[in-house]
């Protein structure tokens, strides 16, 4: 099992900064890969950005590229999402999930339904 915890939430305007985190527990050494993805009220749950537990590869959904950075501090177990110039359609709870099967991983990264393991989330809230 792995546990995962989100933090980092929060209420900012238009155009500032956030970093959320991810703190992963448990049977780490069997994740492959690690997304962030959100939902907002009313919609589906999406991908926002992955990276792959050992050789840090990044992806991003075009929505955010540019503007969001995730990486991992190997030494922590810890994955992070760097937010930038923030918009009002970036509010939404934001959710962690962690992968343990590398079968087709950087064709699949973005499907909810391939993440073994979920954090419950933080709020994010961008005021215009």
């Known amino acids: 099992q792995v546990q995962l915890v989100e933090f980092g939430g929060g209420l900012v305007q238009a155009g500032g900064s956030l970093r959320l985190s991810c703190a992963a527990s448990g049977h780490t050494n069997r994740i492959y890969g690690m997304g962030w993805f959100r939902q907002a009220p009313g919609k589906e749950r999406e991908f926002v950005a992955a990276?792959?537990?050992?050789?840090?590869?990044?992806y991003y959904a075009d929505s955010v590229l540019g503007r969001f950075t995730v990486s991992r501090a190997s030494a922590e177990n810890t994955m992070y999402l760097q937010m930038s110039s923030l918009k009002p359609e970036d509010t939404a709870v934001y959710y962690c999930?962690?992968?343990?099967?590398?079968?087709?991983?950087?064709?699949?990264?973005?499907?909810?339904?391939?993440?073994?393991?979920w954090g419950r989330g933080t709020q994010v809230t961008v005021s215009s």
């Open positions: 999930g962690a992968d343990e099967d590398n079968v087709y991983w950087s064709s699949a990264y973005y499907y909810t339904t391939r993440y073994d393991y």
């Open positions: 990276i792959t537990w050992a050789d840090h590869s990044t």
